[in-house]
């Protein structure tokens, strides 16, 4: 059983515009809701994190949007980069313990 | 500051063949986290610890897989007898402590192929 769904897939966008990336979980004891940044070759590392008694969360050009009713929450770039090119994974835990991963977005920001 | 250093890099077995992976966690990070990441996937939880204890195993496939760590450190994560679906990307992470804030981080994996 898929613990956490993300979608798209796969995503383009083209320089300077917003990539959304979306997920939604079941289980409502989760209590962390981290995104990670995937380039190839390397290990996930961490980009932002939120908690569900949070609705928006803000770190420069990345923001977490979370929908505790309807139990999902989303990524967004904005002004994306050449450089952002890479897969996204949202994830979620209970108390630091059991994180379960989305199935990733591979970005592709064209310039 | 050192990351996560884990060897080897890569591996390539002959399936019912053993394997073995190390990790080194960030000095003073009292958990460690193993992660299969297969590819085109999320990685998925194999086994966390605290200190030298398991916390979680719950995914871990222990018919096959078996994981140490016995001196609250390194760590190392063993497959015997390695099947052909066992090929992917082994992740360890480590963070300071396992609470709710606590940061992940990952080292740049093994990546195993069983033919």
């Known amino acids: 059983q898929q613990q956490v769904k993300q979608s798209p897939q796969s995503l383009i966008v083209q320089k300077g515009g917003i990539s959304i990336i979306n997920c939604a979980y079941e289980?409502?004891?989760?209590?962390?809701f981290p995104w990670y940044q995937q380039f190839p070759g390397k290990g996930p590392a961490l980009l932002i994190a939120i908690r569900p008694d949070v609705s928006e969360k803000k770190e420069g050009r990345f923001t977490i949007s979370f929908n505790k009713s309807a139990k999902q929450f989303s990524l967004h770039i904005m002004d994306s980069q050449p450089g952002d090119s890479a897969t996204y994974f949202c994830a979620a835990s209970k108390g630091g313990n059991q994180f379960y991963f989305g199935t990733g977005t591979s970005l592709t920001v064209i310039p | 500051e050192a990351g996560v250093a884990q060897s080897p890099r890569y591996k390539i077995i002959e399936k019912r063949q053993s394997v073995a992976f190390w990790c080194n966690p960030i000095s003073g990070h009292a958990t460690l986290y193993w992660y299969q990441q297969i590819l085109g996937q999320g990685p998925k939880l194999l086994i966390q610890?605290?200190?030298?204890?398991?916390?979680?195993d719950s995914q871990l496939p222990k018919d096959r897989f078996s994981a140490e760590r016995l001196k609250g450190v390194d760590s190392t994560l063993k497959i015997q007898p390695a099947k052909l679906e066992d090929s992917a990307v082994y992740l360890c992470?480590?963070?300071?402590?396992?609470?709710?804030?606590?940061?992940?981080?990952f080292g740049p994996g093994t990546r195993l192929l069983v033919l």
């Open positions: 289980n409502t004891a989760f209590d962390y």
């Open positions: 992470a480590s963070s300071l402590v396992a609470r709710r804030k606590e940061t992940q981080y």
């Open positions: 610890f605290q200190n030298n204890g398991v916390v979680d």
